[in-house]
């Protein structure tokens, strides 16, 4: 059965740090991995990810796969409290399905 | 990126009456349209593709006959939920696949803002 599975659930930092957060996965005929930011209504966008070992950066987010490990992390630098929000990860495959984890909750404390 | 609208926003009805949403992508079409419900701390969980011109795919466990899904345009799907019931109350959250056009990526998926729905 496919699955993904992110860590932590939640994380509480103050402004300025850095954060890490983990993406396992396990889809069938796995095509990409994708990034959102949750915050009070649907998901946006972050990034797709294809091809291992390459960093896709936005800003002070950044992120990458590897296939090999079927692992995904986002990195979020110097943390405002405008990055609190519910962060999803997804797994796409061959027919353009995307299977979600359950998220990691961020809080960026003042 | 991609713009996708959905239709209401928020709804409130009575038990056994049926609702329908409407999501469109604003400035591309789409093929292929995925309707989501997600409840309370919970990710989203697929619920149907909507395939344009063609019958949509549901999720082992989600009835066809409860989640009508009707893609008859490009630019145009709808999910109607028939006979709404209280545990039908969650944020139904459609998205959109660009398929040829500058935001195409075989899995990127642009969302629409979701709509609440509260069967009372």
């Known amino acids: 059965e496919d699955k993904v599975v992110q860590s932590p659930l939640s994380l509480v930092v103050h402004e300025g740090d850095t954060v890490t957060l983990n993406c396992s996965y396990e889809?069938?005929?796995?095509?990409?991995l994708l990034w959102y930011k949750q915050e009070k209504k649907a998901p946006t966008f972050l990034f797709m990810l294809t091809s291992s070992g390459i960093e896709k950066k936005s800003g002070r987010l950044s992120s990458i796969l590897d296939k090999k490990e079927l692992f995904s992390i986002l990195n979020i630098t110097a943390t405002q409290t405008g990055d609190s929000a519910v962060y999803l990860c997804?797994?796409?495959?061959?027919?353009?399905?995307?299977?979600f984890g359950k998220g990691t909750k961020l809080s960026v404390k003042p | 990126g991609a713009v996708v609208s959905q239709h209401p926003s928020r709804v409130i009805c009575k038990s056994g009456t049926s609702v329908k949403i409407e999501c469109r992508s604003l400035?591309?079409?789409?093929?292929?349209m995925f309707w989501y419900r997600q409840f309370p701390k919970k990710s989203l969980m697929l619920m149907a593709t909507s395939n344009e011109g063609s019958k949509a795919t549901y999720e082992q466990g989600v009835e066809k006959d409860k989640f009508l899904i009707n893609h008859a345009s490009l630019t145009l799907s709808t999910l109607t939920v028939t006979s709404a019931h209280p545990e039908d109350s969650s944020f139904y959250i459609c998205?959109?696949?660009?398929?040829?056009?500058?935001?195409?990526?075989?899995?990127?998926?642009?969302f629409g803002p979701g709509t609440r729905l509260t069967v009372l």
């Open positions: 997804a797994g796409g495959g061959s027919q353009g399905n995307l299977i």
């Open positions: 998205s959109a696949r660009d398929e040829g056009g500058r935001n195409s990526g075989y899995n990127e998926q642009f």
């Open positions: 400035d591309f079409q789409a093929t292929t």
């Open positions: 889809v069938t005929n796995f095509r990409s």
